[in-house]
């Protein structure tokens, strides 16, 4: 975009070589006068203002190249002079650090494709150029215009597909940079979420401390129903402030031994139903009263209990 604007003012602003040979022919005719401090004045305001333009069409491109690729980043500080940038020792070891073999490529292969273009086209106007001499200095100019802006032309459509393409690739180069691995992704996830294994240890504890606050109530049951050998379910009910019998303790295999053990120990009677300590165990959760439909069960095992504890009484 910089060299399209810049050739295109060139080429459009700069129509002929009439006010350089009028400026030429004027800074001739005053070459003899004593002060030659005015004779630069005027060439350095002539070049200033045939090169405004150009500089200012550059400018503008560059930054409108800035702004379709991405919102211009404005850092007041990297725009300051700095002299130890002005070293082109320095300025080419940065060249050299700063560049990686992708960029050597690009640029190797660009200006391979430019020294092509020049090439084929002198070679279809050498003919042409060889005969400058024969014609007017109008044609002569015309000539060298026409190769010239053929020239640029050809440069400007080749580097414009080269920059797009490049684009997209540099795009598609830092999304996939930007992108997190597998391992990456199980960090971000282990920080946000917790470690699995600590989790994993947190829950455990979280169980133990449950199944002993489990375990400790069981000395308050009234009855424990049993599969015989697979559930065990500890039941209280105190008719005085309870709704319905509630569980307090279950538990199956190893667990429901224990319950079975802790309940010969506090003597709190023990009653074998199978189908009601599987519903129990599966329908009921800790702390929880029972539902109706096993009230009537329930019922019949706590009416047997009171009865077996009066006749011991």
């Known amino acids: 975009m910089t060299l399209a604007a ?101 640029l190797i292969l660009l200006t391979a494709i430019i020294g092509l273009i020049v090439w084929k086209t ?15 200095i109008d044609s002569s100019n015309s000539t060298i215009r026409s190769l010239t802006f053929r020239i640029v032309a050809y440069i400007i459509l080749a580097a414009a597909i080269f920059g797009i393409s490049d684009f997209f690739i540099q795009r598609w180069r830092f999304e996939e940079s930007i992108k997190q691995t597998k391992a990456e992704v199980k960090e971000d996830m282990k920080a946000l979420e917790g470690n699995p294994a600590i989790k994993g240890k947190i829950r455990s504890i979280q169980r133990a401390t449950a199944r002993r606050r489990m375990m400790a109530r069981v000395k308050d049951a009234d009855v424990i129903v049993t599969n015989p050998t697979h559930y065990a379910v500890a039941l209280e009910y105190k008719p005085h402030i309870m709704n319905a019998p509630r569980v307090i303790a279950k538990g199956r295999d190893r667990i429901a031994q224990k319950i079975k053990a802790l309940g010969r120990e506090h003597d709190i009677p023990t009653v074998e139903n199978v189908p009601l300590a599987q519903a129990l165990y599966r329908l009921v959760d800790i702390d929880q009263d029972i539902p109706m439909e096993l009230y009537k069960a329930v019922a019949e095992v706590l009416a047997y209990v009171y009865k077996v504890r009066k006749r011991v009484d």
């Open 6 to 106: 810049g050739a295109g003012t060139v080429f459009y602003y700069i129509l002929s070589p009439a006010s350089f040979r009028n400026f030429l022919a004027g800074m001739l005719q005053d070459a003899t006068a004593a002060d030659n401090t005015l004779l630069i004045r005027q060439a350095a305001q002539f070049f200033l203002v045939s090169a405004a333009p150009v500089f200012v069409a550059a400018v503008v491109a560059a930054l409108a190249g800035s702004f379709v690729q991405g919102m211009p980043v404005f850092a007041p500080q990297a725009a300051t002079l700095k002299w130890s940038r002005l070293n082109p020792v320095q300025g080419l070891s940065r060249l050299k650090t700063q560049m990686s073999w992708i960029q050597w490529l690009k």
């Open 122 to 136: 002198f070679s279809g106007w050498w003919e042409q150029l060889v005969t400058l001499s024969a014609y007017s």
